[in-house]
């Protein structure tokens, strides 16, 4: 079946614009997660959905990044004002449920963003 | 508090030689470990995962892991490695006392294979 897709795959951007990233999860994963990667470091933690709602935002570095999920599937990752320390790829992952950390997160491509 | 070391940043072997990534984590409770792949452009893929059954774990692609508490310690290990390994290298930890699927990456392998 489909896994997780991301749009745009690449975004460009100028220093002060804003931007926003899509992710479609895997059809009935009621969990979504937001990461951050920048070159040459693992993925960092930005936020978690269960369901609808924002569970869990302690990873979102400061009050120009802002996510939803409205009716619980798509996800959009919204970036104000962006800086050029803003350049990552920014993964979004989904699973089927919470379950005290045993799950697999399936992972999507990633969007790529620079910010010029 | 979690975290992870992944004690090499850069591993290299030659093809059909055997593969030996090291990771050690922290973790204040009975933790979920895994480990995931990073091939070029391409996005994460779980190899194996280790949730408090078999210490041994098994993955996929012949790769597998060892949990060992008393070191803290869960190494990927592959008997014999093949131009299609080279890739980029995460372990992974989860605790299991949170009520979700957080996760902690280590900083990464990269895993280079010499013909």
């Known amino acids: 079946g489909a896994g997780v897709s991301q749009t745009p795959s690449n975004k460009v951007t100028e220093k002060g614009k804003y931007v926003e990233l899509r992710c479609d999860p895997i059809?009935?994963?009621?969990?979504l997660y937001w990461y951050r990667q920048s070159l040459g470091q693992g993925p960092e933690f930005l936020i978690y959905?269960?369901?609808?709602?924002?569970?869990?935002d302690s990873g979102l570095p400061n009050d120009r990044f802002f996510a939803v999920r409205p009716e619980g599937s798509v996800s959009t990752l919204k970036i104000q004002r962006t800086e050029r320390g803003d350049s990552a790829v920014y993964l979004c992952?989904?699973?089927?449920?919470?379950?005290?950390?045993?799950?697999?997160?399936?992972f999507g491509p990633g969007t790529r963003l620079t910010v010029l | 508090a979690q975290s992870v070391t992944q004690l090499d940043s850069h591993v290299s072997v030659s093809e059909g030689t055997p593969v030996l990534l090291r990771c050690n984590y922290s973790?204040?409770?009975?933790?979920?470990l895994f480990w995931y792949v990073q091939h070029p452009n391409k996005g994460l893929q779980l190899l194996l995962k280790?949730?408090?059954?078999?210490?041994l774990v098994k993955g996929i692609n012949g790769f597998e892991a060892e949990f060992k508490k008393s070191e803290t310690s869960f190494h990927l290990t592959k008997p014999s490695a093949h131009m299609s390994d080279a890739a980029e290298y995460f372990c992974?930890?989860?605790?299991?006392?949170?009520?979700?699927?957080?996760?902690?990456f280590g900083p990464g392998t990269s895993l280079s294979v010499i013909p």
């Open positions: 959905f269960q369901g609808t709602g924002a569970a869990d």
């Open positions: 280790y949730t408090s059954a078999a210490t």
């Open positions: 059809s009935g994963h009621t969990a």
């Open positions: 992974v930890v989860s605790d299991q006392k949170t009520s979700y699927d957080k996760v902690i």
């Open positions: 973790s204040s409770y009975s933790p979920s």
């Open positions: 992952a989904s699973s089927r449920r919470t379950s005290g950390g045993r799950n697999e997160q399936f």
